[in-house]
């Protein structure tokens, strides 16, 4: 967990699905545990095993993570090869390694979600091998109110989404007031592999089948026909990282690469911590402290807030946001961040307006009290703009800007306008159209049932995550 965008919230989470597996596994071979856990370098671990019982074959799931992962899983496929000993690694959720072209990729997509599942054995054997103890904790991160991990808990989600929380799907993910019950939740299961994509898709086309011939369910289609589109275009941005690896470090169009590239301390922190004096930013950004999760529309506006209206680097910006989403999936993060951050030049350019966004989506200022309490006796004509309040106001209820509140770090209205035309002059050339045209041919999903400006459509379903 020493990486970057690494976090103890997320370390948490895997935990507790690793102790659920534990005993699990421990059932089916009639002991009370039943996973070898061992901490260090996978290679070290590996050499240690076989030097002292002999590895017959190494058998793993195909990882997309990051580009720590990536080295990892190269320096144990090396080992495996001088060692002399089989490496397999099982292709999942529809993702193909060295995949040249996008063509049919969402047919074998189809193809993979079809397969049936695998049962689980009715016993298991486990090797005599010691195993070490599970680290409590890998920092100090601290994140109350986050979800609690284990397969378990996501099952009993995925049941209670498809059986009635999805009739609010379609109309609730997008305000932070109703996404949290109206969103599947299931995110941090499937990143963590506590629940399969196979297994959710295969679920959530039973529920479609249903509410097409059932005419009491009839309400509920459009909303499982969007979170199914979802769970497709999930694995569409983990197909990207796996076929462009660099995009953890590297814009994927060159256009901005020399600008944005030095943190401005003070607005970085201010944006970091919910100081922005905007409320309705801040809010956010103080939920996903304390949460580990928020909706994908306003984890799109908090990046795009610190891109453009900052001018924020936006490795720097991914950074933080990896660290405090407690469902971090890398193949969804960095295309996502890229995306609102104006770095493809095959997505379009959206710059939120924050104050607007607020009036949107939590028009009474509920959200906002609750999580910015130094607004809560801010009536709602003043919530979204309080230092627009008079001074006389401000000491009536409570909050003077710039003492109780911050003032705006940034004129947003201004901001957004320069940035705007900062973006049109770096992909309005000749050359950078050729590349965008050229990275929409290679990072587009096609085939005979989708147009083939697929990522445009993303832009607009506006996945952050599958959730």
Not at 51 to 64: D, F
Not at 83 to 102: K, N, T
Not at 217 to 228: V, Y
């Amino acid at each position: 967990m020493a990486s970057a965008d690494a976090s103890n919230r997320q370390w948490r989470f895997a935990r507790e699905c690793l102790q659920e597996l534990d005993r699990a596994l421990g059932r089916l071979a009639g002991r009370p545990r039943g996973l070898i856990l061992r901490t260090g370098d996978a290679v070290r671990v590996l050499e240690q095993i076989h030097q002292t019982h002999g590895i017959a074959a190494l058998w793993a799931h195909q990882e997309v993570g990051n580009d720590w992962t990536f080295q990892r899983d190269r320096a144990v496929r090396c080992w495996a090869r001088e060692r002399g000993v089989p490496f397999h690694e099982i292709p999942q959720d529809g993702v193909i390694r060295g995949l040249q072209s996008r063509e049919g990729w969402r047919d074998h997509w189809d193809a993979e979600m079809r397969r049936p599942l695998v049962p689980e054995p009715p016993e298991l054997q486990v090797a005599p091998l010691p195993s070490d103890p599970l680290p409590e904790s890998v920092g100090d991160d601290a994140c109350p109110l986050a979800q609690r991990g284990g397969r378990s808990r996501g099952l009993a989600l995925l049941r209670s989404f498809l059986s009635h929380r999805v009739r609010s799907y379609a109309r609730g993910l997008s305000s932070p007031l109703t996404a949290p019950s109206a969103c599947s939740r299931l995110s941090p299961y499937l990143t963590y592999g506590a629940l399969s994509l196979r297994e959710v898709v295969q679920a959530t086309r039973r529920a479609i089948e249903q509410a097409s011939s059932d005419p009491k369910f009839a309400g509920r289609l459009r909303s499982l026909q969007a979170f199914e589109a979802r769970l497709s275009w999930r694995s569409h941005f983990v197909q990207r990282l796996e076929s462009l690896p660099s995009i953890e470090f590297e814009p994927m169009h060159p256009a901005l690469a020399n600008d944005r590239t030095q943190v401005d301390p003070a607005l970085f922190e201010a944006w970091a911590q919910g100081r922005t004096g905007y409320p309705f930013v801040d809010a956010c950004m103080r939920m996903l402290h304390a949460t580990g999760w928020l909706n994908f529309r306003m984890r799109a506006m908090l990046t795009a807030f610190a891109c453009y209206h900052l001018w924020q680097p936006w490795r720097a910006v991914g950074l933080h946001l990896a660290r405090l989403f407690v469902d971090y999936e890398p193949g969804i993060h960095w295309s996502q961040i890229q995306m609102q951050a104006g770095c493809t030049g095959i997505s379009a350019f959206r710059i939120y307006n924050v104050v607007k966004q607020s009036h949107d989506q939590d028009p009474t200022g509920a959200f906002i009290r609750r999580w910015v309490p130094e607004l809560a006796r801010v009536p709602a004509a003043w919530i979204h703009e309080p230092y627009r309040m008079p001074p006389e106001l401000q000491r009536q209820y409570g909050c003077v800007i710039g003492v109780d509140y911050p003032a705006p770090i940034v004129a947003h209205e201004l901001t957004a306008r320069a940035a705007r035309q900062k973006l049109f002059e770096a992909y309005r050339t000749p050359e950078a159209k050729a590349i965008s045209e050229q990275l929409l041919q290679r990072h587009s999903s096609r085939s005979r049932r989708e147009p083939r400006h697929a990522p445009a459509r993303a832009q607009q379903l506006g996945l952050f995550d599958p959730s």
